[in-house]
């Protein structure tokens, strides 16, 4: 069983800054990707920045260049460092963990950005 615990989420200003974090722990075997998925009210889930286990990240377009994400060695943790927010990053954000049985998901923490 594997176990995703989100930290870090919160109320921010347009413009604003904030790092998420998320730690993985039980048999998480060999990790293939962890990430980050958001999803806002009446919208679907939406990939926001993966990275793979040979080191390459994949955001999306919408946070690209204000979006960072970084992880341990062992893949284990993984930080999502936000920059320069807007109102529409406003979502529940979930840590996603992927090895070969398949996804796992965190229980989402809330980001809100207004003013």
């Known amino acids: 069983q594997v176990q995703l615990v989100e930290s870090g989420g919160g109320l921010v200003q347009p413009g604003g800054s904030l790092r998420l974090s998320c730690a993985a722990s039980?048999?998480?075997?060999?990790?293939?990707?962890v990430g980050w998925y958001r999803q806002a009210p009446g919208k679907q889930r939406e990939l926001v920045s993966i990275?793979?286990?040979?080191?390459?990240?994949v955001h999306a377009d919408s946070v690209r260049g204000r979006f960072f994400i970084s992880r341990t060695n062992m893949m284990k943790t993984v930080y999502l460092q936000m920059n320069s927010l807007k109102r529409e990053d406003t979502a529940v954000y979930y840590c996603?963990?992927?090895?070969?049985?398949?996804?796992?998901w965190g229980q989402g923490t809330q980001v809100t950005v207004s003013s």
């Open positions: 996603n963990l992927r090895n070969a049985f398949g996804d796992y």
């Open positions: 990275i793979r286990e040979d080191g390459v990240a």
């Open positions: 039980g048999s998480t075997g060999s990790i293939n990707a």
